[in-house]
């Protein structure tokens, strides 16, 4: 299978030619380097948005306060946003500890972890293959790709890249470990693998990975031969075996991440999505991934799920065109990179494919940052290996292949503009997809923030009209109904929250709402009644404490607003709380406490004037005006 190839390398005849190959090899990766990063220039132009960034980074008070022996704890701990992935928490910790709010560092981090898996994964194919043309090719439509760009552009999916950067490096282990190497370095396979996990439980289906590993290209299984250094053949129940510790530590953490997941409430029920169309789902989106793969365009950060049952010519043919697929690579096993890379791409979509249903998407781009891998290997071998049979050089297909990655590049330049802020990333959403509630509702929040209250509501409205909102999306335009003034409104969302949901923090959220509301109306003795209800259901709603710690300034109590405030601050360590939080303590005769709040707002604020004009704005509701 070698023989002949046109990307293959040459056996070394002397010392000198191999150092001039290890010269190239590292040409080779300074090239994906530089091509990655120049490719993804416009990344550094890019702000946070408002798509998991706030609770990620933005307003997570472990995670602006940088790494602290109580950040780690609390990562190791916590549950939030349903996941657990302490590393994750830490690497974003550890850059707002190294840029603070600046969205350039961020993004960065992920660019430099992408590159670097575009390198780990040439160097990993070039030395399990002995292709190096081969290889480069398939690092080079990984890291150009525009499909992966949700996972780089996205401040807040750290933890694909991450994850991803030490399932490359457990592979690198195994693929030394399977050629011979030190027991040390399956316990390092280990090592890798539980650091992955706690970076995003997307990597648990390595151990499966490592099997088809053993099949292609270590051969492990079965006869031995045409690989560099083959390894010692051995019985596939002898390598699930060998995997035992692998398969404990996946299943541990699949638990661990249902549990994790459930307690958020983001896995779906079937009384919301039934199996059938949950399989529907399955056989259409692996045929919509594959089309992604080939023709990369309409790319959305939201695919909606669609209402009802799928047209049953697409299930059906989506079924068929897998089966189909399934079948010829079966055939042509004895070209074992094509199961290989079929079979990789099959499988390490299964935990996201849908079967598990989470979230509000029928699929995502960055779901295929791993699995697609599988098909850029399945489809370089096979060509390669045609144009070696009839006699094409490697020269003939410098070009074609320079001119497909030049094309994948400006597509993922293009791509990476659509994430430069929250309107220009769902104005496109709203372009390339339909139905989309969700990107009608953060539309209208990005429209709220720039002061155009009326084009907000249009865009709430036309969500509403998408989707019946859970309670915790009601209390979401409730919040926007109190933005733009207009209290009234808030109120009879937060009241249809009460009515829809028993969760004691939703139905406090909701009284809290009312509180607002009544505050902005300025009845005090309501709005009262209102924080009592909402504290007594949850101590640590934190609109409710800001409410109770703006009556209590309105009372001169200035002591007991000092106590709220903290306790809110502690909660949400938003810029405007912060601020409050300044004012209580000025008003309390505690200047030097008050000037170190307002250093901390000016280095945690990313727009001091709007944090200034909202604490200011809450002020006016009781009837107070800013020291």
């Not at 660019?111 to 390198?119: F, K, Q």
């Not at 890249?161 to 190497?181: E, K, N």
Request: charged share 15%; aromatic share 12%; glycine share 8%.
């Amino acid at each position: 299978m070698r023989k002949g190839h046109p990307f293959v390398d040459g056996a070394a005849s002397s010392t000198g030619m191999s150092a001039s190959r290890e010269n190239h090899v590292l040409i080779f990766c300074l090239l994906l380097v530089a091509a990655t990063l120049a490719f993804y220039n416009p990344i550094v132009h890019n702000q946070f948005v408002d798509f998991d960034d706030l609770s990620y980074i933005q307003k997570n008070n472990h995670v602006l306060t940088g790494l602290t022996w109580d950040n780690v704890k609390w990562a190791i701990t916590t549950h939030r946003d349903g996941n657990w992935h302490p590393l994750t928490w830490l690497s974003h910790a550890l850059d707002c500890q190294l840029f603070g709010l600046n969205p350039v560092g961020h993004h960065y981090t992920n660019l430099l972890l992408h590159a670097a898996n575009a390198v780990l994964l040439f160097l990993l194919l070039r030395r399990a293959t002995g292709f190096k043309w081969s290889s480069l090719v398939v690092a080079a439509l990984f890291a150009l790709h525009p499909v992966n760009v949700e996972s780089v552009a996205w401040a807040a999916e750290r933890k694909n890249v991450l994850s991803m950067f030490f399932f490359l490096l457990a592979l690198h282990a195994y693929d030394r470990y399977g050629r011979g190497g030190g027991r040390y370095l399956y316990w390092l396979v280990t090592v890798f693998f539980a650091l992955g996990l706690m970076a995003k439980p997307q990597i648990v289906t390595l151990p499966f990975v490592l099997l088809l590993w053993d099949y292609w290209p270590l051969q492990r299984m079965g006869a031995a031969g045409g690989s560099p250094a083959a390894a010692t053949p051995r019985s596939f129940a002898y390598l699930v075996w060998e995997k035992l510790p692998l398969f404990v530590l996946a299943a541990a953490d699949s638990v661990v991440t249902a549990l994790t997941q459930r307690a958020g409430e983001s896995v779906r029920t079937l009384s919301e999505v039934s199996v059938s169309a949950r399989l529907e789902n399955v056989f259409v989106s692996y045929v919509r991934y594959i089309g992604k793969a080939f023709w990369p365009s309409r790319l959305a950060p939201m695919y909606p799920r669609p209402e009802g049952s799928l047209p049953a010519w697409q299930v059906v043919g989506a079924a068929a065109l897998l089966l189909l697929l399934s079948a010829l690579v079966l055939r042509w096993r004895d070209r074992r990179y094509l199961p290989v890379g079929w079979f990789w791409f099959l499988g390490t979509l299964v935990p996201m494919i849908g079967i598990i249903t989470v979230g509000e998407q029928s699929m995502a781009d960055r779901y295929a940052y791993i699995p697609f891998i599988g098909l850029f290997v399945a489809v370089v071998w096979t060509l390669g290996e045609a144009a070696s049979k009839r006699g094409i050089r490697g020269v003939w297909l410098t070009g074609p292949a320079v001119a497909v990655l030049f094309l994948l590049g400006s597509l993922t330049y293009r791509q990476l503009g659509y994430w430069r802020d929250n309107e220009t990333l769902w104005r496109y959403t709203l372009r390339v997809t339909e139905k989309n509630f969700v990107a009608h509702n953060n539309l209208a929040i990005a429209l709220a923030k720039q002061g155009q209250p009326d084009e907000a509501i249009r865009e709430f409205r036309a969500g509403r009209a998408l989707h019946t909102y859970p309670p915790a999306q009601i209390l979401a335009l409730a919040l926007y109904e109190l933005h733009v003034g207009h209290p009234q409104e808030a109120i009879e969302e937060c009241n249809a929250a009460l009515r829809a949901s028993a969760d004691p923090k939703v139905q406090a959220a909701a009284w809290s709402g009312v509180g607002q509301a009544q505050l902005q109306l300025h009845h005090y003795d309501q709005a009262a009644d209102s924080y009592r209800n909402a504290l007594r259901l949850n101590p640590e709603d934190g609109g409710a404490l800001i409410g109770t710690g703006l009556l209590a300034l309105r009372q001169g109590q200035s002591g007991l607003a000092v106590t709220q405030f903290f306790h809110a601050v502690k909660v949400d360590p938003s810029d405007a709380n912060v601020l409050l939080y300044a004012q209580a303590l000025r008003r309390d005769g505690r200047t030097a406490e008050a000037d170190s709040a307002l250093a901390q707002v000016q280095k945690i604020s990313s727009d001091l004037g709007q944090a200034q004009f909202d604490a200011g704005q809450f002020l006016s509701f009781a009837g107070l005006k800013p020291l």
